[in-house]
């Protein structure tokens, strides 16, 4: 099963933060690699309700179906790669392929009848850090835009005191940051 455990920690920023940033690690626009998340649900948002969110990610013309649950340190992930026609076919009947997906979101109660709820577009720069990856990210989604900082790494003590220092380096004040997901319901949850 292509599982992991994912362990990040975010904080939004302002557009101007997002700019000095990327000047700061001399990213420049080719730097910059656009994906797309689609979301799914049900219709009485049963993931959300559980802290778990489904989507497929389209990047570099492969789509990944992800399912993101609690863990006891982060997030579990599951992955299972996809074609277009199966994508496709998840928006049109509500009903995910068997797999590994399938299997975790059934545990959760839900495995059909699943809403697409929309797109959100990241445009994603990336720069390794001897103490995790930095991650830039600018978000369009259900006509609204916000930029987010993310530092991922694979312990939580240590990654922690690093991102309280990165920010601090940089004059970034702490703005706790939801994660996309539940950005994204939240605007949604306003448009219905």
Do not use: W
């Not at 863990?71 to 199966?86: D, F, K, P, R, V």
């Not at 850090?129 to 369009?140: C, I, K, R």
């Amino acid at each position: 099963m292509a599982q992991e455990i994912e362990i990040e920690f975010k904080n939004m920023l302002t557009e101007e933060e997002y700019d000095a940033l990327l000047a700061s690690y001399e990213l420049s626009h080719d730097d910059i690699k656009t994906q797309t998340n689609d979301y799914f649900d049900s219709d009485q948002f049963i993931l959300r309700d559980k802290g778990a969110a489904l989507r497929v990610r389209k990047k570099k013309n492969r789509l990944v179906l992800t399912l993101k649950e609690p863990a006891q340190q982060g997030l579990l992930e599951t992955h299972q790669n996809i074609t277009e026609e199966t994508f496709q076919s998840i928006k049109e009947t509500g009903q995910l392929p068997n797999g590994e997906v399938y299997q975790q979101v059934a545990k959760l109660g839900l495995a059909e009848n699943l809403f697409h709820l929309g797109s959100l577009t990241t445009h994603r720069a990336e720069v390794k850090l001897p103490t995790g990856l930095l991650v830039l990210d600018h978000s369009e989604y259900l006509g609204c835009e916000d930029y987010e900082l993310e530092f991922e790494v694979t312990d939580f003590e240590e990654g922690e005191r690093a991102f309280y220092q990165l920010l601090e380096k940089h004059g970034i004040e702490i703005r706790k940051a939801k994660n996309k997901i539940q950005r994204f319901f939240i605007e949604k949850q306003k448009q219905l």
